[in-house]
């Protein structure tokens, strides 16, 4: 809920300071179907290293319980659109300010646009760096090849069987566990810079589900364990989840490291007695 609250309101900040400048029609650039229904800025946690900008596209065809992006999932039409041609401005405006931007969601990849929205942002002399649940290899191959991407963050979301992966997903597409395996094989091979990262969340995952999870992405480099935060969720049991202790979260990092060359913990915890 947090998430969909700073996007309303950083959408309305940037509306508000924008500097006209050149402008183009860039209206036409984009594929009439895809609209962004959130923006950020300037962030520097969202893509580390770098001074980023974030998009955030509508709709997924996961229904993750633990989603805390209920909005921008379930009912993205209730969201503001961000113009593409204020974007445009913002990008021309801070060129050498900012190095690339974020594109997130929901499932990027489920926008049928997202491959004119990159080459747009390319266009512009901007890095790319994208947010999927890597059920859409195809896809992912593609804009790969087409030098779309600069770095790929792929969510984990269970365990390799498909029933774990269907309660952690709530997608029952019968070939998703084999598709996963080949967006993981597809960033492996790609030699592009990537991670993979899991939300921990109780009731879905165990210290033994994140070392059976770093074992199928064995020798990779990086490996995120991401706090569950209980927000506002698509499945609203969840959001009165108490999310893992900081020492379960290290008892699962030290089972994934025997796999994973470097595995992190990110996310802010829990205030001690929050409600
Ligand atoms: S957490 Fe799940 S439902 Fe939410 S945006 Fe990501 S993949 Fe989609």
Not at 53 to 77: A, Y
Not at 208 to 235: C, H, M, N, W
Request: charged share 30%; proline share 7%; net charge negative.
């Amino acid at each position: 809920m947090d998430s969909i609250f700073i996007l309303k309101k950083t959408t309305v900040q940037f509306v508000s300071t924008r500097i006209s400048g050149i402008n183009f029609c860039v209206a036409m650039i984009f594929d009439s179907s895809l609209e962004i229904k959130g923006f950020i800025p300037n962030t520097m946690i969202d893509w580390e290293g770098m001074i980023a900008s974030t998009i955030f596209l509508p709709g997924c065809n996961f229904r993750c319980p633990f989603c805390h992006n209920r909005e921008l999932v379930l009912l993205p039409d209730t969201l503001p659109t961000v113009p593409p041609d204020m974007l445009e401005d913002f990008f021309i405006e801070r060129k050498g300010w900012i190095d690339g931007v974020c594109v997130t969601g929901g499932e990027p990849c489920f926008q049928p646009g997202i491959e004119k929205l990159l080459e747009w942002i390319k266009d512009l002399g901007l890095k790319v760096k994208l947010d999927t649940n890597g059920s859409f290899p195809d896809v992912l191959r593609s804009l790969i090849d087409q030098g779309l991407l600069d770095f790929i963050a792929m969510d984990l979301k269970a365990p390799f069987d498909a029933a774990r992966y269907r309660i952690a997903s709530g997608n029952r597409d019968s070939d998703l566990v084999e598709r996963i395996q080949r967006s993981i094989d597809i960033l492996r091979s790609s030699g592009l810079p990537h991670e993979f990262r899991t939300t921990v969340v109780p009731m879905i995952h165990s210290p033994e589900d994140i070392e059976s999870i770093a074992k199928s992405i064995e020798g990779d480099e990086d490996y995120v364990l991401q706090r569950f935060s209980p927000k506002t969720t698509i499945d609203p049991r969840y959001s009165k989840l108490e999310p893992y202790r900081e020492e379960d979260l290290k008892r699962a990092l030290e089972r994934a490291k025997k796999y994973v060359k470097r595995v992190r913990i990110r996310g802010a915890p829990m205030p001690v007695n929050s409600p």
